[in-house]
């Protein structure tokens, strides 16, 4: 599992920011893409929102890549 670290004083990441920091997608067009498709999972659950807020702890998973906790 990968972990991402946010800045000192964030509390949160959108996952649309978050799929392009870690080059789950190659452009940010593409992430509506990939979430419609149902290949993002936010702490198990299926999510289609680019603008939900990631927080500390949150783990991600998109489809054929390795998961993301966010810390």
């Known amino acids: 599992m990968r972990t ?3 800045r000192s004083g ?3 990441i ?3 920011q978050l799929l392009k920091l ?3 997608v190659p452009s940010g067009a593409q992430v509506k893409d990939v ?3 149902g290949e993002v999972r ?3 659950e299926v999510e289609d929102r680019r ?3 990631v927080h500390r702890g949150d783990v991600v998973s998109v489809t054929d890549q390795e ?3 966010v810390s």
């Open 4 to 6: 991402i670290e946010l």
């Open 10 to 12: 964030e509390e949160s």
């Open 14 to 16: 959108r996952l649309g």
């Open 22 to 24: 870690v080059d789950a």
């Open 35 to 37: 979430l419609a498709a």
């Open 42 to 44: 936010v702490n198990g």
């Open 51 to 53: 603008g939900r807020q």
């Open 67 to 69: 998961d993301v906790q």
